[in-house]
């Protein structure tokens, strides 16, 4: 029976462009799910920006144990992480999102039964695929730098994957590795230094939260940056691999609707996983970078992407069907 009335809290990472989109469709779905049963679905004063703070990530979990609420729906890895046991202990349910690698990040048992009280999707990124894409844009290159950070759990596994690609075709790599945004700068700054001809970078949050900064230092060194998520597409990068987050907004409704309505047990409901169906080009970068877009989008379509276009900009418009 659906009940009058449920308190859900909502937990990002950090504050960037891709986990302020997955925030701003939360709350969305949880309207349309109150409006379709008739009830009060409220997040008021329980929506949080973890600040790539695990301590204070923790304090937020205990702080919504103590609010009693229904469900929790976290933004990320390292959120998922960092509140999964102290809200099982609770016996509280999570809805995780845009969480690449949960069984490595030890926050689920497998895809197809997560666990007693979690469940949620997942982007998982496919390095060897990001690196082809790069490889079909510039076939001749032979330095490639690959800019992540290690404290997150999301680029261990894409990174693994790229190495083994390029290594594969004897193209070299060098990385750089930092461990927060302050040191992000600084990383890129090295990668240009080592003369590298093009920059891999997974659906790392750390590098994400810098990427505004970092974008232009690329692109004024000439230097293509090919990233996991189309969300460093519009804060500058040449271009993002990329999956719809209207897709992943119903994705999560339906997990959401699932536990929170109609009482089925997390365990019970598979962990959805999003593919990376597209490749987003920065139409600046692209210019300032002197490719053909017809090239290009050619080049992507043969090895069965679509390819968008888009605008740099700080944010995803409040609109957008990304």
Same mark, same amino acid.
């Given at each position: 029976?659906?009940?009058?009335?449920? $308190? /859900?809290?909502?937990?990002?990472?950090?504050?960037?462009?891709?986990?302020? $989109?997955?925030?701003?469709?939360?709350?969305?779905?949880?309207?349309?799910?109150?409006?379709?049963?008739?009830? /009060?679905?409220?997040?008021?004063?329980?929506?949080?920006?973890?600040?790539?703070?695990?301590? $204070?990530?923790? &304090?937020?979990?205990?702080?919504?144990?103590?609010?009693?609420?229904?469900?929790?729906?976290?933004? %990320?890895?390292?959120?998922?992480?960092?509140?999964?046991?102290?809200?099982?202990? %609770?016996?509280?349910?999570?809805?995780?999102?845009?969480?690449?690698?949960?069984?490595?990040?030890?926050?689920?048992?497998?895809?197809?039964?997560?666990?007693?009280?979690?469940?949620?999707?997942?982007?998982?990124?496919?390095?060897?695929?990001?690196?082809?894409?790069?490889?079909? /844009?510039?076939?001749?290159?032979?330095?490639?730098?690959?800019?992540?950070?290690?404290?997150?759990?999301?680029?261990?596994?894409?990174? @693994?994957?790229?190495?083994?690609?390029?290594?594969?075709?004897?193209?070299?790599?060098?990385?750089?590795? =930092?461990?927060?945004?302050?040191?992000? $700068?600084? %990383?890129?700054? &090295?990668?240009?230094?080592?003369?590298?001809?093009?920059?891999?970078?997974?659906?790392?949050?750390?590098?994400?939260?810098?990427?505004?900064?970092?974008?232009?230092?690329?692109? %004024?060194?000439?230097? =293509?940056?090919?990233?996991?998520?189309?969300?460093?597409?519009?804060?500058?990068?040449?271009?993002?691999?990329?999956?719809?987050?209207?897709?992943?907004?119903?994705?999560?409704?339906?997990?959401?609707?699932?536990?929170?309505?109609?009482?089925?047990?997390?365990?019970?409901? =598979?962990?959805?996983?999003?593919?990376?169906?597209?490749?987003?080009?920065?139409?600046?970068?692209?210019?300032?970078?002197?490719?053909?877009?017809?090239?290009? @989008?050619?080049?992507?379509?043969?090895?069965?992407?679509?390819?968008?276009?888009?605008?740099?900009?700080?944010?995803?418009?409040?609109?957008?069907?990304?």
């Amino acid at each position: 029976m659906t009940k009058e009335k449920y $308190r /859900v809290g909502i937990v990002k990472y950090t504050d960037h462009a891709s986990l302020n $989109r997955i925030e701003a469709g939360t709350k969305n779905i949880l309207a349309a799910l109150a409006e379709k049963h008739g009830t /009060v679905i409220d997040y008021e004063g329980l929506v949080f920006d973890g600040q790539a703070d695990v301590k $204070r990530m923790k &304090e937020i979990a205990i702080k919504l144990v103590e609010e009693k609420v229904d469900l929790v729906i976290s933004i %990320a890895t390292p959120p998922t992480v960092a509140m999964k046991d102290i809200l099982e202990a %609770a016996h509280i349910n999570m809805v995780f999102r845009a969480v690449s690698d949960p069984i490595r990040a030890g926050v689920i048992d497998s895809f197809e039964h997560p666990g007693e009280y979690i469940t949620g999707t997942s982007d998982s990124l496919d390095g060897a695929e990001l690196a082809e894409v790069m490889l079909a /844009v510039m076939p001749t290159v032979k330095t490639v730098g690959l800019l992540y950070s290690r404290n997150e759990f999301s680029s261990m596994k894409p990174i @693994e994957e790229a190495k083994a690609f390029l290594e594969s075709l004897d193209i070299e790599w060098v990385e750089a590795t =930092p461990a927060s945004k302050a040191e992000v $700068r600084a %990383a890129a700054e &090295e990668l240009i230094v080592k003369e590298v001809e093009a920059v891999l970078t997974p659906t790392d949050n750390t590098v994400m939260s810098a990427e505004l900064e970092i974008s232009p230092v690329f692109t %004024a060194a000439g230097i =293509p940056q090919f990233t996991g998520s189309h969300a460093f597409t519009i804060n500058g990068a040449f271009m993002g691999l990329g999956s719809f987050y209207k897709d992943g907004d119903l994705e999560c409704q339906g997990l959401v609707e699932k536990v929170l309505i109609d009482g089925i047990k997390p365990n019970d409901i =598979p962990v959805i996983r999003n593919p990376h169906t597209f490749a987003a080009i920065n139409n600046q970068v692209c210019e300032a970078l002197k490719f053909d877009r017809e090239s290009l @989008e050619a080049r992507i379509t043969g090895l069965g992407k679509r390819t968008l276009f888009l605008d740099s900009q700080a944010e995803f418009d409040p609109d957008s069907n990304l």
